[in-house]
C-alpha cells in the first residue's frame, strides 16, 4: 500500500549547521573516526558557507558554517545552536519525488534543479519537515565529482590519510527526531501520507517512563524498509522530560539522534573511547539483571560490561547499542552505535535505564 508513490533509495548524506565547520569537521574526524573527503569554500568560489565532506564507511555528513551575517543559517544557529537542517535523500528521479510529496501537501522549499558542471549532472529539490528540518531529494548518478558542485577534494596536506582514525561505523540506522507535545501523529501522518512510508512499531509512556520523565514514539520507515525515521513527543511526567528539555534549548522540533550501524560494536565502542567519545553510562546493576533479560547471547559479556554496552532482546533477535551524551553544550543533538543481531526494535527493554541515566544528567544540568 506504501512506497510506491515516492520510491527512496537511502538517505544519501545529513547536513548540520554549525558555528564552526572547520571545527567541527576536525571532531567528527578525530573522535567519530571519519574521513574529511571534500571542501567548499572561499577556495573554491563558494562565497556564501564553507562545508566540509565527512564520510565513513556508506555515511555521508556535511558540516557547514556562514561566511557573513546576512546568510539566513545565522537566525537557524542563534535558534538552534548546532544541529542537523537537512536528511538528503537519494531517488531515481528528483523533479518526480518533489511533485509526489508537494501535490500530497508538502511545503516546497527548493523547487527542482539541476546543476551541471565539468563532473556531470546533479539534480536536487528540497521540502520540509518538522520544525525548520528539510528533506533534500537527490540524485546524482550521472555525477562524477568528489560530492556535489562547489566541493573539492581536501588538500591532503590538511587532513593526512596517515593519521585517521576508522571506528567502523557502516551506515545510518535510524534518525529520530523530536516534536513538542500533540504533534506526533501529525508528522507521522506526513511521513504516511505524503513520503509514502509505513508505521512500523510505537511506545507509549506505559513502555517508556520513569519516575520523573516519559515519552511516546511512533516509528516509520520507507518502501525497502531502509530509511528509519522515529518521531518522539513528550508525555506528561513529573518533571522536565528529556524531550521537554531537547525543545527548550533547541527552540522547537529537530533531529534528536542519529543512530550508526557497526559490525563489531566492541571494537567502535573501544576506539571511540580512546578519542575521547563522552557515552551514556548506565549503573553496573543493569548488568546483573541482563542474563535473565535476554538469555544467553553469543557475545564476550566481560567486555559488554566494561564498555557500558546495552543489550535488548525481542523475538527477531538481539542488539547492542550505546548512546553519546550530546555533542554540543547545549543538550539536543547526540548519536547512537548499534549493532543488530536479528532485531529491528530500537532497544525499548534499555529506555528506563537509559532514561535514568539522562536524568542523572539533566540534574546536573538543572534542567530535570
Ligand atoms: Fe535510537
Known amino acids: 500500500m506504501s512506497g510506491d508513490h515516492l520510491p527512496l533509495r537511502r538517505v544519501d548524506h545529513i547536513k548540520f ?110 521540502i520540509e519537515t518538522y520544525g525548520d528540518t528539510t528533506h533534500t531529494f537527490v540524485n546524482h548518478d550521472d555525477y562524477r ?10 588538500d591532503p596536506a590538511r587532513y593526512s590519510l596517515s ?29 504516511k501520507q505524503v513520503m509514502g512510508f509505513s508505521q512500523y512499531i510505537h511506545f507509549d509512556d506505559n513502555d517508556i517512563s520513569t519516575e520523573y520523565s516519559a515519552l511516546m514514539s511512533k516509528v516509520v520507515q520507507n518502501g525497502n524498509g531502509r530509511i528509519k525515521f522515529p518521531i518522539n513527543e513528550p508525555a506528561k511526567g513529573k518533571r522536565k522530560s528529556q524531550i521537554d528539555e531537547y525543545l527548550d534549548f533547541y527552540n522547537g522540533p529537530g533531529v534528536q539522534h542519529i543512530a550508526m550501524s557497526s559490525a563489531d560494536i566492541i571494537d567502535t565502542v573501544t576506539s571511540m573511547l580512546a578519542n575521547d567519545v563522552s557515552f551514556l553510562s548506565v549503573p553496573q546493576t543493569y548488568y546483573e539483571t541482563l542474563p535473565e533479560r535476554v538469555g544467553e547471547i553469543n557475545e564476550n559479556m566481560a567486555k559488554i560490561t566494561e564498555l557500558g554496552i546495552l543489550v535488548d532482546r525481542d523475538e527477531e533477535g538481539y542488539l547492542l547499542q550505546l548512546f553519546t551524551k550530546p555533542v554540543e553544550d547545549r543538550p539536543t543533538l547526540f548519536f547512537e552505535v548499534i549493532q543488530r543481531h536479528g532485531s529491528r526494535g530500537f532497544g525499548i527493554g534499555n529506555f528506563k535505564a537509559l532514561f535514568e541515566a539522562i536524568e542523572r544528567d539533566q540534574a546536573l544540568r538543572g534542567t530535570l
Not at 537519494?90 to 539541476?114: K, L, W
Not at 565529482?145 to 573539492?152: D, Y
Not at 585517521?164 to 501522518?189: C, F, S
Open 17 to 126: 549547521i554549525v558555528g564552526n565547520a572547520r571545527q567541527s569537521a576536525y571532531f567528527y574526524r578525530n573522535a567519530f573516526g571519519f574521513d574529511v573527503t571534500a571542501y567548499a569554500g572561499l577556495e573554491t568560489g563558494m562565497r556564501e558557507e564553507a562545508g566540509y565532506v565527512l564520510q565513513q564507511g556508506k555515511i555521508h555528513f556535511v558540516v557547514a558554517s556562514p561566511l557573513h551575517r546576512d546568510h539566513p543559517d545565522n537566525q537557524r544557529l542563534a535558534l538552534h545552536g548546532d544541529g542537523v537542517k537537512d536528511i538528503a535523500l537519494e531517488v531515481d528521479q528528483v523533479a518526480d519525488a518533489y511533485e509526489a510529496t508537494v501535490s500530497r501537501g508538502a511545503v516546497g522549499v527548493t523547487e527542482p534543479t539541476r546543476i551541471e558542471d565539468d563532473n556531470g549532472v546533479y539534480e536536487y529539490a528540497t
Open 145 to 154: 565529482g568528489v560530492f556535489a558542485p562547489g566541493f573539492q577534494s581536501l
Open 163 to 191: 593519521t585517521r582514525r576508522p571506528v567502523g561505523l557502516k551506515a545510518i540506522d535510524h534518525i529520530v527526531g523530536n516534536v513538542e507535545l500533540g504533534k506526533m501523529d501529525e508528522w507521522v501522518d506526513f511521513y
